[in-house]
């Protein structure tokens, strides 16, 4: 009887967790590996100009990711052209080397957020590109290759749904 009522916790919290959702997308790295110069963009459209929203990176990693952080650099064009450009940074890991995020075994999901209480006023598309701007420490370039990234994606979620 418990375990029925721990299954049923658990489907009624992932449910609730999809509340409010507005939009989601992922996408795939190259056999977990995510390129330098490999930007990922995502389009969207089709909001109320008068709601506000929350939006979240999100980040899904294997236990080949070498870092405890990871380094973003998001952009949001807006229908008209404007562009809000970050440099974000996320804690992938806790102290002791163990994996935030949701999932089991070795891939683990990030909800990782990006705008709080953004409101689309412009009717048409916008675009999210989001590339990772990691280095290693002591090194003006780049890492090419970074490795255990499996996706990369992005959620909109209206807060009070």
Partial sequence: ?????VALLAIFSLMSCQRGLVKSDYKATENGIW????????TFSELDSLA?????????????????????IAELTAPDGSIEK??????????????LGQGSGSLKENKLWYKENIVFSSSGVYTLTVSHA?????????VEQLQGITDVGFEIVQPNK
């Fill in 52 to 72: 506000q929203y929350n939006m979240f990176i999100n980040v899904r990693n294997d236990d080949t990711f070498p870092y405890n952080n990871l380094f973003l």
């Fill in 86 to 99: 970050d440099t974000l940074e996320y804690q992938m890991a806790n102290p002791d080397g163990s994996w």
């Fill in 134 to 142: 990691m280095r290693k420490n002591g090194s003006v370039s780049g």
């Fill in 35 to 42: 390129q330098k110069d490999n930007q990922i963009e995502f």
């Fill in 1 to 5: 009887m418990r375990n029925v009522f």
